[in-house]
Structures are given as structure tokens and as C-alpha cells.
């Protein structure tokens, strides 16, 4: 018997240590395998909600401001998601370490390993709508997360730049008044040039987001008003097709065609 080995030996019997049971290192594997495919199926949820947001944007509206300045995509960028994913890889990679003989993998490697499975299972759930549909959630369930996590309206609440967004509280003959998440009540006004979408909902409790100019504080007069919930046309239940590529694909234009589902 080696040095080592006695020396070893005489420990265990001089401080009479037991062996643990097997079973407890079999719920200890499990138990770090559970958190791992956890931490692994949060990061795909974090892509998707990212993936959400940044689509939701509506680019297409914010294309002649975006060649000349920037802003608009530091504020839709959204960061605390981007956070809560680099966390979720690091204890992915933490969590790794703990199963079996894991822990001699470099630590790029599973954090490149759990990095694309993350965003494989983020762009499926993407596609899927629950992106979508966790984020409206956090959106309705936790107020602050709506202010102030919520980059759509961060993007969408710039007077000065031309947006504005808000619930709709009263309605006129050619105004109404919106509601903004920062409590602060606008009046908007309407007139004969003014673009209505399909979709936009100009009823009480209505959700818009208004393209236009200030006149004055709190005074908007709006270019052209759209529905909040999708910023290209909504999903057509009839078809089976999503937002404005419905509007130009399909032929039957019955009743539910155009409607977004909700």
C-alpha cells in the first residue's frame, strides 16, 4: 500500500468516517440534472420573450427616425432579459459541473452547449406565441414589470419624437384621451387625415399606439392610430395566417378573416 493510501486509511478508521449511500448521490445527480434542464428551459423561455420584444417593435414605423439616430434601438433592446439569460448560462455551467465528471469540461464549452440549446428551444417557443404570451402575462400580473421592463413602451412613449401609447379613457366626435403608463393623461385629436388600422380598437379600454406630433404638453394630434397588441395587422382565424401577410394572401375575405385571434 502507497503512502498515500495508508495515510488515507488511517484517517478514515482514526476519525471513523462512514461512506455515504448510494442512493444519495443518485438524488444528488437527479437533483442537479433537474436544475440544469430548468435553467436550460428558462433561458429558452428569456430568448423567446427577447425575440418577442424585439419583433414587436414595428420597425417599419420607426425606419425614417432610425437613420438618424439610434435611440430607438438602445431602448428596445431589452436588457434585463439579457441579464437573466447570461445568469441562467453561468448556472447552467454551475450546475453541469455537479454531475458526475462534468466538472472537467472547460466552462465555454457547455456554456456554448446550453447557449444553442437554449436558443433552439427559445425560437420554438417563439414561433409557438409564448414569447408572447409569458410577457403579456408579466405584463398584466406585475404592473412595475409593464412600466418599466416592457421596452415597447419605452419605445412608444416618445411625444417628442412623434409616439405616443396609452388606454383609451374618454372618446370624442374627433379626440380622445389616452391613458399612459406613466399616469399622465393625453389628449389626442383626430381630423380628416388621420389613419385608422383595421385592428386599432377605439373603444373604451382600448390599448393604441399613436404616430404623430405634439402641439403642446399633453396636446397630440395623431397621424395615424394602431392596435397595440400586433404591430402588423393581427392573425386572421379564417386563414390561419398572421398579421399583414394575411391581408395580402388571402382571397376569401368573409367574416373572421383580418380578425386577430384572441
Known amino acids: 500500500m502507497s503512502n498515500l493510501s495508508q495515510s488515507v486509511a488511517d484517517k478514515i478508521n482514526k476519525e471513523q468516517i462512514k461512506q455515504k449511500p448510494v442512493w444519495i448521490f443518485v438524488i444528488q445527480k437527479i437533483f442537479w440534472t433537474i436544475l440544469l434542464v430548468l435553467s436550460v428551459v428558462f433561458g429558452g423561455v428569456s430568448v423567446a420573450i427577447i425575440g418577442f420584444l424585439l419583433v414587436e417593435q414595428d420597425w417599419v414605423e ?33 450546475y453541469f459541473k455537479h454531475l458526475g465528471r462534468c466538472y472537467r469540461q472547460p466552462m465555454f464549452k457547455v456554456a456554448a452547449w446550453v447557449l444553442s440549446l437554449s436558443l433552439v428551444i427559445g425560437l420554438g417557443l417563439l414561433t409557438l406565441g409564448w414569447g408572447e404570451r409569458v410577457n403579456n402575462y ?17 419605445v412608444w412613449q416618445r411625444p417628442l419624437a412623434g409616439y405616443i401609447s396609452g388606454q383609451i379613457i374618454q372618446l370624442g366626435s374627433n379626440q380622445l384621451r389616452l391613458a399612459a403608463l406613466d ?80
Open 62 to 94: 420607426l425606419q425614417p427616425e432610425l437613420a438618424n439616430r439610434i435611440t430607438p434601438v438602445l431602448l428596445a433592446i431589452p436588457y434585463l432579459w439579457l441579464i437573466i439569460f447570461t445568469g441562467l448560462i453561468f448556472l447552467s455551467w454551475y
Open 138 to 154: 408579466l405584463a398584466s400580473a406585475v404592473p412595475i414589470y409593464s412600466r418599466n421592463f416592457d421596452t415597447r413602451h419605452h
Open 183 to 262: 399616469n399622465k393623461i393625453w389628449l389626442v385629436r383626430l381630423n380628416g387625415d388621420t389613419k385608422i388600422d383595421a385592428l386599432a380598437i377605439l373603444d373604451l379600454g382600448g390599448q393604441v399606439r399613436v404616430i404623430g406630433y405634439q402641439l403642446a404638453p399633453f396636446d397630440f394630434l395623431a397621424k395615424e392610430i394602431k392596435d397595440w397588441d400586433c404591430v402588423c395587422g393581427g392573425y386572421c382565424e379564417r386563414c390561419g395566417g398572421h398579421c399583414a401577410g394575411c391581408e395580402i394572401s388571402c382571397q376569401i375575405k368573409e367574416s373572421g378573416c383580418g380578425q386577430r385571434k384572441r
